[in-house]
């Protein structure tokens, strides 16, 4: 692995059903984030974790969940999928440092139905 | 929290002329702003960021100014090229939020051949 990966790449699921979006980094960065992307409203910021252990909410937390049991990994999490939760999901990861600069993954295309 | 406004929402220029786009945030102890490049499809990418102990950094035909008094912050590209097109995201950093960022709706630039 070279970066930030996401899985799967696209997916079409029912409403009601439980999804687990994949996001690995091998750059040994302490925080991470999931983004939405939708048309005209930019990147909003779900979830976020500074460091393996801890995770905090961000702007539209809602229905989502994640974890942080390790470093590398921070899967993001819904429970009970709903139409309204059809997106496009970025990971993101950075350094604890004073870069601040942010790594994307490519990207999740959910479709909710 | 921080709220950052970013316009125009689209900006169409000619080949070879300036485009410039601007962003304003709420929370004046933000102290990091980056810029990031989206090109269709594909993932948001770090293009230039200036923090708040500096007025204007560039790096080669791109620019980024920052006025904390008045809280804002622009894009500036030079000689514009069709390989510029994209949408283009400001963003600020969350002080109160470790290594949060918040992002601006983003700018959809065309650069007409």
């Known amino acids: 692995i070279a970066g930030i990966t996401q899985a799967p790449t696209s997916q079409i699921l029912a409403a009601g059903r439980r999804m687990t979006l994949r996001c690995t980094q091998d750059?040994?960065?302490?925080?991470m984030y999931w983004y939405r992307q939708d048309l005209g409203l930019g990147l909003r910021l779900i979830h976020y974790?500074?460091?393996?252990?801890?995770?905090g909410k961000g702007e539209v937390p809602d229905g989502y969940s994640v974890s942080r049991a390790n470093t590398d990994d921070f899967p993001l999490t819904l429970a009970s999928a709903v139409p309204s939760q059809t997106s496009v999901y970025f990971c993101?990861?950075?350094?604890?440092?004073?870069?601040?600069?942010?790594?994307f993954g490519p990207g999740t295309r959910l479709t909710v139905l | 929290g921080e709220n950052v406004e970013q316009h125009p929402s689209t900006l169409s220029v000619q080949e070879g002329d300036s485009a410039v786009i601007k962003c304003t945030y709420s929370?004046?102890?933000?102290?990091?702003f980056p810029w990031y490049k989206q090109e269709l499809g594909k993932r948001p990418q770090l293009i230039i960021d200036i923090r708040s102990n500096v007025g204007e950094k560039k790096d080669q035909r791109i620019a980024v100014t920052l006025n904390k008094t008045a809280k804002h912050f622009s894009l500036h590209i030079t000689e514009t090229q069709p390989e510029d097109s994209a949408v283009y995201f400001c963003a600020a950093r969350f002080s109160g939020g470790y290594q949060k960022v918040t992002f601006g709706t983003g700018t959809k630039l065309q650069v007409i051949p």
């Open positions: 929370d004046s102890a933000s102290n990091y």
């Open positions: 750059m040994r960065h302490n925080a």
């Open positions: 974790s500074n460091t393996a252990g801890t995770t």
């Open positions: 993101a990861s950075s350094d604890s440092g004073q870069g601040g600069e942010q790594f």
